[in-house]
């Protein structure tokens, strides 16, 4: 195996910052979906309300993103981990990524619906930005052929987003105004 072959390879038993990224991004969007799931079940009260109160005030689950980053980077930065303390500590900040983000809309405009478009965008561009960090090093073995299909890949990633922001559009028109009275119907 050459050098700089093995260079690139993350170590079994120290993960490297591809193998960290692969893991906060599983997390990230885990979490995210889960969370997103949840809120639906919770609005459409096909699940309990699990929302936590503080004197009729609803605590909104990017602060436990917040206080959750805030102890992921101190544990990162005090604690050093390495190997498997340090993958543990990949996800759970996937997961506080995920929360804080999943309300960007809300902490962005300081209030407002949860259904804010801002809180989608911020969630692709984190999930982007892991997703890059991720797998990046295998853009430095590209030949001829994968770069045709990342070039194709990426016309069809940049089409398909154009579909999915006018249907996003659309669907926020037609299904908003729902939305917004669910969520005013499931506070106390």
């Known amino acids: 195996m050459s050098s700089t072959l093995a260079d690139t390879r993350d170590s079994p038993s120290e993960p490297g910052a591809h ?4 893991r906060a991004l599983l997390a990230f969007l885990l979490t995210f979906m889960l969370a997103r799931a949840m809120v639906f079940l919770i609005m459409a009260r096909l699940v309990p309300n699990m929302y936590f109160f503080l004197h009729n005030t609803h605590v909104h689950h990017l602060n436990y993103g917040i206080f959750l980053l ?3 980077g101190a544990y990162l930065l005090l604690g050093a981990p390495r190997g ?18 999943d309300e960007f809309g809300m902490w962005l405009h300081l209030g407002g619906s949860y259904w804010q478009r801002a809180s989608i965008d911020a969630i692709v561009v984190v999930a982007a930005v892991l997703a890059l960090i991720a797998y990046a090093r295998s853009i430095k073995t590209f030949e001829t052929r994968h770069v045709r299909a990342f070039t194709a ?3 069809a990633l940049v089409l398909f987003t154009f579909v999915l922001y006018d249907a996003a559009v659309h669907i926020g028109k037609v299904e908003g105004p729902r939305l917004q009275e669910l969520e005013l119907a499931s506070s106390p």
Request: zero cysteines; hydrophobic letters at 70%; aromatic letters at 10%.
């Open 19 to 22: 193998e960290l990224a692969r």
């Open 70 to 72: 805030a102890a992921v």
């Open 84 to 101: 498997d303390a340090a993958r543990r500590a990949a996800f759970a900040y996937g997961i506080a990524m995920a929360l804080t983000f």
């Open 153 to 155: 890949l990426g016309v």
